[in-house]
């Protein structure tokens, strides 16, 4: 049973624009919502992060936007550019417990 | 500071065979955690060390699987005897504060079953 649900698989945005990935989550319990970005050849690297008591956290052109009602929390990235071409993963985990549960992955292409 | 390394990064074996791999986690973190992404499929946890002792194993996919860390510095992860459905890339990351939250991941290991 797939605890994060993460859509779209992939997505084309053109340079300049604004991209946008959805993740979907079933169990209350997460209390810890990170976004990893991945390089081809490279490890996961954390992004950005937020905990349920904000319902936005922003750094730089990368913001999260947390909708607790909907379990659902999603990264936009402002101005995107070539180089943000990677694939994108969410998670999350639950306090005491510091397994991360992931989504499936956003391949996103950045065309200039 | 040199971040978490894997080595090695790729490795192809014949079904039936041993293979091991070896995680370096960045100096000072207590926290070490194995995940492995199958082809197409999410990343997925196996294990995480606090130490050198197991925390939480609960994500080993069947007893073909080994991990340890010795001294609380670098782990292992050893499959024998391989089989077709342990390709796939594996990862490991390391966290220093309590909570576990900022893990922070090697490049991992690209395993290949034949």
């Known amino acids: 049973q797939q605890q994060v649900k993460q859509s779209p698989q992939s997505l084309i945005v053109q340079k300049g624009g604004i991209s946008i990935i959805n993740c979907a989550y079933e169990n209350t319990a997460f209390d810890y919502f990170p976004w990893y970005q991945q390089f081809p050849g490279k490890g996961p690297a954390l992004l950005i992060a937020?905990?349920?008591d904000v319902s936005e956290k922003k750094e730089g052109r990368f913001t999260i936007s947390f909708n607790k009602s909907a379990k659902q929390f999603s990264l936009h990235i402002m101005d995107s550019q070539p180089g943000d071409s990677a694939t994108y993963f969410c998670?999350?985990?639950?306090?005491?417990?510091?397994?991360?549960?992931w989504g499936a992955g956003t391949k996103l292409i950045i065309k200039p | 500071e040199a971040g978490v390394t894997q080595f090695p990064s790729h490795s192809v074996i014949e079904k039936g065979q041993t293979v091991t791999l070896r995680c370096d986690p960045i100096s000072g973190h207590d926290n070490l955690y194995w995940y492995r992404r199958v082809m197409g499929k999410e990343i997925k946890f196996l294990l995480h060390?606090?130490?050198?002792?197991?925390?939480?194993e609960s994500g080993m996919p069947n007893n073909r699987f080994l991990a340890e860390r010795t001294g609380g510095t670098y782990s292992t992860l050893k499959v024998q005897p391989a089989e077709l459905e342990d390709s796939g890339v594996y990862f490991c990351?390391?966290?220093?504060?309590?909570?576990?939250?900022?893990?922070?991941f090697g490049p991992g290991t690209r395993l290949t079953v034949t």
């Open positions: 060390f606090v130490k050198e002792s197991k925390q939480d």
């Open positions: 937020i905990r349920p």
């Open positions: 998670a999350a985990s639950m306090r005491g417990n510091y397994q991360l549960i």
């Open positions: 990351a390391s966290s220093q504060d309590l909570r576990g939250t900022e893990q922070y």
